[in-house]
């Protein structure tokens, strides 16, 4: 079943919230995310979130982008012994397979290749890096559509969905590099 584009925007909301909860309502990095559980869609259903994640970097760890946040904290979430699902490492691997991990903005190289390792179902993103780049960001060059492409003999394969929910997104990231914009 395709998920319908208001259950995507709901989801890339979420994300966006997540930066409330996690960081700050003006975050300066604004990269949110958050996993969720599709595989028991229903017209009604918006699906079942697993877990959320910001970027971190300010911690001093240059790895905790949004995306990683996400996947350290749903793999923390997934094997609680005393939590919901008590999933093994093994389970957890497979698990991924099913997931659909939302991202505010395009995932860079290495949350890329993370997301790919992973093998997630689906990668789902609001602002590109094109507008990224627009907005003064510093960037690696390399796209999430390259690292798929150029990881596709990884198994299970990973659909990348783009410019979900963007102009919500976006905003979040032309402030930084403007001397007089406010958040």
């Given amino acids: ?6 259950v995507r925007s709901f989801w890339m909301k979420r994300a966006l919230q997540a930066l409330d909860e996690l960081v700050s309502p003006c975050p300066y990095e604004a990269f949110g995310a958050v996993i969720v559980n599709h595989t028991t869609y229903l017209p009604d259903d918006i699906g079942d979130l697993i877990c959320i994640g910001a970027n971190a970097i300010s911690t001093g760890n240059p790895t905790l982008h949004g995306e990683m946040a996400a996947i350290n904290n749903c793999t923390a979430v997934l094997s609680d012994p005393d939590g919901h699902y008590k999933l093994s490492p093994a389970e957890i691997q497979k698990a991924w397979h099913q997931l659909t991990l939302y991202t505010t903005a ?17 990668c789902v993103y609001g602002t590109s890096a094109a507008t990224l780049a627009a907005n003064s960001w510093s960037l690696i060059d390399i796209s999430s559509e390259e690292v798929f492409e150029r990881s596709s003999n990884l198994k299970p394969s990973t659909r990348l969905i783009s410019n979900i929910a963007s102009n919500e997104t976006d905003p979040y990231f032309q402030w930084q590099n403007d001397p007089h914009a406010e958040c």
Avoid: D
Avoid at 1 to 6: A, K, M, V
Avoid at 106 to 122: D, Q, T, V
């Fill in 106 to 122: 395009e995932p860079c190289p290495m949350c890329s290749a993370a997301i790919r390792w992973a093998g997630f179902k689906e």
């Fill in 1 to 6: 079943n395709e998920i319908p584009s208001h």
